[in-house]
């Protein structure tokens, strides 16, 4: 099969086009960056640099491919979120219908029924219902957790304060999500796309709340490291300075208001399947070693 691939050399879309690469299948990786076009090309497969926001490149790209993987990309400085995720759905939707692409995996995320009240993860209400659009074609939408390597922006708080933290409390159980196995997930049904109509399937790896997350690491750091429940406006200023626009951080906070006040997981709670393979502490010890040997 022919398979085009949005996300470049992603957590997510690196490993699934090496799986499909593995399998087989001919892939076109989508990236906006002509510097990983080597990369791409090393892996076997077929790099097509341009943005996302140009539906005539993306028509391009995906004309000829039997399905396609779908994802938004980060958007740290935006200040209009909402309205620019619904821009780029828009454009993958047209892109889509005009080359005819038969399947579609699209990432999505945890707290996605909702049109709002859930911070960065409501944008994506819009994302399935823009491509859902699509009248004929099966699409599947993976309500992804909260990723592992977020945990990567805690490092330094981890090892140098022994803390790590939200804004919400430690005793809340959090649906996480290795990327691998979003992808393993989204390779399975690309692979061999067998799925009809519109759907959503949930997707974590783990579930652990704030307090246990501090003990994974206080067990593979050797030293105590607590959980700690940050004001709204020490997380909002945190975010500022490690990149986001204000916009952005408000919305990231809001996905933590959304946890402390018990929406963001309700409907996760009634469909969840913790479908993928690797585990919280299996990742953390993977981490502190990559750490060490860096």
């Not at 957790?145 to 090892?159: A, D, K």
């Not at 951080?249 to 399947?273: C, D, H, P, W």
Request: glycine content about 8%; cysteine-free.
């Amino acid at each position: 099969m022919k398979i085009t691939i949005i996300g470049s050399l992603g957590n997510v879309s690196r490993p699934l086009a090496a799986t499909l690469i593995n399998k087989g299948h001919q892939v076109t990786l989508i990236t906006q960056d002509a510097r990983k076009a080597e990369q791409i090309a090393a892996m076997g497969a077929v790099a097509a640099v341009g943005s996302v926001t140009d539906s005539a490149f993306l028509t391009t790209a995906f004309t000829g491919a039997d399905a396609a993987y779908t994802m938004i990309p980060p958007l740290a400085a935006a200040e209009n979120y909402y309205g620019e995720v619904a821009a780029i759905a828009t454009g993958y939707r047209q892109a889509l219908a005009a080359a005819g692409v038969k399947y579609v995996v699209n990432l999505s995320s945890i707290g996605a029924e909702q049109p709002s009240g859930n911070g960065l993860s409501s944008a994506f209400y819009q994302v399935e219902d823009i491509l859902n659009q699509l009248p004929d074609t099966p699409i599947v939408h993976l309500r992804a957790g909260m990723f592992y390597t977020n945990f990567y922006g805690n490092l330094e708080m981890i090892l140098q304060q022994q803390i790590v933290g939200n804004n919400f409390p430690g005793d809340i159980p959090l649906g996480l999500v290795h990327p691998h196995d979003i992808a393993d997930t989204a390779a399975a049904l690309l692979a061999a796309p067998v799925f009809t109509g519109k759907s959503f399937r949930y997707i974590t790896s783990d579930e652990q709340t704030g307090a246990g997350i501090a003990d994974i690491f206080s067990r593979v750091t050797g030293q105590p490291v607590s959980w700690v429940p940050f004001p709204d406006e020490a997380l909002q200023q945190g975010a500022m300075q490690n990149g986001f626009s204000a916009h952005m951080a408000s919305l990231l906070m809001q996905v933590g208001v959304s946890i402390r006040e018990g929406r963001l997981f309700t409907a996760y709670e009634k469909n969840k399947e913790i479908a993928g393979r690797r585990k919280f502490d299996a990742f953390a010890a993977e981490m502190m070693k990559a750490v060490v040997n860096s």
